[in-house]
Nanobody, 124 residues
Framework: QVQLVESGGGLVQAGGPLRLSCAAS????????MGWFRQAPGKEREFLAA????????NYGDSVKGRFTISRDNTKNTIDLQMNSLKPEDTAVYYC?????????????????WGQGTQVTVSL
């Protein structure tokens, strides 16, 4: 079965960087659009970034544009999210997601598979 496993979350000081990774298995990875989302307590799931199956096109949410960078390695079946200049409001559970329709945009419902999430906490 399809599994997405996020890693790299933790506690970081405001202004610092953090890099998340998502390892995928059970799917033909290069056939999938991939995305990163986050969800803070009491808030809706928020789109952060997504990348085309080929890795040559990306989309970003307004709140992270210029600070976060998504990348993928189709030889390792992984995607990463490099997060810079972190702010306390970036605190949330971060999820990776896969779309069999090769979709790579903000639509939560267009992703078939989700990881279990990894907690990111940004302190002052």
């Amino acid at each position: 079965q399809v599994q997405l496993v996020e890693s790299g979350g933790g506690l970081v000081q405001a202004g610092g960087p953090l890099r998340l990774s998502c390892a995928a298995s059970g799917l033909t990875f290069s056939d999938y659009g991939m995305g990163w989302f986050r969800q803070a307590p009491g808030k809706e799931r928020e789109f952060l970034a997504a990348i085309r199956w080929s890795g040559d096109s990306t989309n970003y949410g307004d709140s992270v544009k210029g600070r976060f960078t998504i990348s993928r390695d189709n030889t390792k079946n992984t995607i990463d999210l490099q997060m810079n200049s972190l702010k306390p409001e970036d605190t949330a559970v971060y999820y990776c997601a896969a779309s069999s329709a090769r979709y790579y945009g903000p639509g939560v419902r267009l992703y078939n598979y989700w990881g279990q999430g990894t907690q990111v906490t940004v302190s002052l």
